[in-house]
């Protein structure tokens, strides 16, 4: 008898993903876990911390750079070539696809 209601009630949880949209999420972890294997490790840690794809919080050049005592400008151009070799890999059909 006692029933309150309250604001929150009707506010959406944007922060709870649909099921649909969690398996979307976990299927992408996936692919890009299995893409990620492919590179060496200084490269795979690279990509990691700039995209934030450990922990979800992306890193600067310069943070990176300081992580692996090299230039931005040299961090730069590692990340430039594994994306590039990433476009071009055949093995990353999957993913492209996903996302498409």
């Known amino acids: 008898e006692d029933e ?11 922060e709870v993903k649909s099921p649909p949209d969690a398996a979307d999420f976990s299927m992408l972890q996936k ?12 490269e795979r840690k690279i990509i990691q911390l700039r995209y934030g794809l450990s922990d979800g ?3 600067t050049l310069e943070e990176v750079g300081r992580e692996f005592a090299l230039t931005r ?3 730069r ?8 070799r990433l476009r071009i890999s055949k093995k ?4 492209k696809d996903f996302l498409n």
């Not at 692919?31 to 060496?40: A, G």
């Not at 990353?92 to 993913?95: T, V």
């Open 77 to 84: 151009q590692i990340e430039f070539k594994v994306l590039y």
């Open 4 to 14: 309150e209601t309250h604001l929150g009630d009707f506010i959406e949880d944007v």
């Open 57 to 59: 919080h992306p890193r």
């Open 73 to 75: 400008e040299r961090i």
């Open 92 to 95: 990353n059909i999957a993913l």
């Open 31 to 42: 692919h890009i876990q299995v893409i990620l294997e492919t590179l060496k490790d200084r």
